[in-house]
């Protein structure tokens, strides 16, 4: 029998908890050992204020903008809890970051209007269609608590009206003190070969409960840094956001997917093992 790409890797998968597991299946079809422990939680937001007016005039709106699987989700069901459909959403334009977004759109019946080729911020603004003249185009954009701004800046820099509205919270795991010890010990013990990243907010997340993991088990002969912490582990990241993260608060990013999908991320570390760079 041929032995698989990832045999006998210890992968840290720290997505949240009700998506981790689509990076964990792939994984492991690849024959790596997938061990989970999500560094990102998604809940409601402080208030659905916001949402629910942008959702009561919903057709004064060109276009809804949606960056992320979650947004999609949290928008569409708070739609839905009113006994309102989707069909409301037929006359508008629906945009999405990368196909992931667009696939999560298509499963709730709606096809995305534009996908930039290149599933960044910096791509969704400069290909979007009409840029930069985006007079009298009104926006809705559903997003989370934090992030960057330079999609609304760009298109508002070009004409647009755009409503930005929390749908959803991104934030550090309920149980963070205890995460933050695991994922240190793991480290400590060297039980970790890769760890992967799915967006720039985990990145910052999971330095920040490394930071913690460290104060909370201070030991002589332990490391005292990130970066002996992370000492011959790979990061792996799902794009070159992400990366920049990585590197601006881990300290690295050694593998980066050429395609900003989960898929893409399994993709890259794949051919990273098979290159016996591992």
Known sequence: MNKLPLSGLRILVTRSRHQAGQLSNKLAEFGAEPIVIPVIEIGPPDSWEQLDTALDSIADYDWVLFASVNAVDAFLD???????????????????????????LAKRGLKAAFQPKQFIAEAMVAQFPGYPNLQEKRFLWPR???????????????????????????????????????LVNLLVEKKVEIVTLASAQSATNLAKLLHKGLELTKSSGQPSSLSQLLSGVKVAT????????????????????????????????????????H
């Open 238 to 277: 799902i794009g070159p956001e992400t990366s920049k993260a990585a590197v601006k608060v881990l300290g690295k990013s050694s593998i980066e997917a050429a395609q900003s999908t989960i898929s893409g991320l399994v993709d890259a570390i794949v051919k990273h093992a098979q290159e016996g760079k």
């Open 144 to 182: 989370t608590n934090i992030g960057r701004g330079y999609i609304i800046d760009k298109l508002s820099e070009a004409g647009a009206q755009i409503d930005s509205v929390p749908a959803y919270t991104t934030s550090e795991p309920e149980d963070a003190e205890w995460t933050a010890k695991r």
């Open 78 to 104: 708070r739609l839905e809890s009113f006994g309102r459909s989707t069909d409301e959403l037929a006359r508008l334009k629906l945009a999405a970051i990368g196909p992931s977004t667009s696939d999560a």
